[in-house]
């Protein structure tokens, strides 16, 4: 079994055409700083050696040009992600290999609504362009992301769903994927986090 942890997971689903945030892996304060420049403000920085994050306070959001510093000295990491900071709707895109069923391919809502709701649709490899739609309808809190006349960008996401049904057919030996979050907002639908794990 093979881990793929979120820097070179979100490398390799770049590489097979999914739309990922800015980001870079920095090792020194002054990699840091020639980073932030480049990517510009807010950042997220994370702890690049761990594989749950968010658990272990290893996760800086809103990282502005007044706080870069502190926030990556307290991340205490020798390897840290610096990620462009989106604005959006969080999703979770994912696969798993059911022992009845194969590979399935899931969507819900992402971030921290994936444990409050667990609210996600479930699907058998492969999926076509409708039911990639009808699981975008199909999760029961789905007015949370049309609150307050927040516009998604919908069509981004149904071709996120194809594009992880194409990636089981070029990778079979993929057991889980884990895309969460996928920041959608009007515009585009952004992968900022990231796990798979490989047979």
């Known amino acids: 079994m093979n881990v793929m942890l979120e820097a070179e997971a979100e490398d390799f689903l770049e590489k097979n055409g999914f739309n990922v945030a800015k980001r870079a892996v920095i090792k020194t304060k002054d990699e840091l700083l020639k980073v932030a420049k480049k990517l510009g403000f807010p950042l997220v920085l994370k702890n690049a050696e761990l594989l749950h994050k968010t658990e272990r306070n290893a996760v800086k959001l809103n990282v502005h040009e007044s706080n870069l510093l502190e926030a990556y000295q307290e991340l205490k990491a020798r390897k840290v992600l610096v990620h462009k900071q989106i604005d959006g709707n969080y999703f979770l895109i994912g696969i798993k290999k059911d022992p009845t069923f194969g590979h399935v391919i899931v969507f819900g809502l992402g971030g921290i609504y994936t444990e409050l709701f667990k609210d996600i649709t479930i699907r058998v490899y492969p ?3 409708k039911q990639a739609k009808d699981m975008l309808e199909d999760i029961k809190f789905r007015k949370i992301y049309e609150f307050r006349n927040k516009k998604i960008n919908k069509q981004a996401l149904v071709e996120a769903l194809l594009k992880t049904s194409n990636l089981i057919k070029k990778y079979p030996n993929i057991r889980e994927l884990d895309i969460n979050p996928m920041i959608a907002n009007e ?13």
């Open 187 to 199: 515009k585009e639908a952004v992968i900022a986090d990231a796990r798979i794990v490989f047979e």
């Open 127 to 129: 999926i076509g362009k």
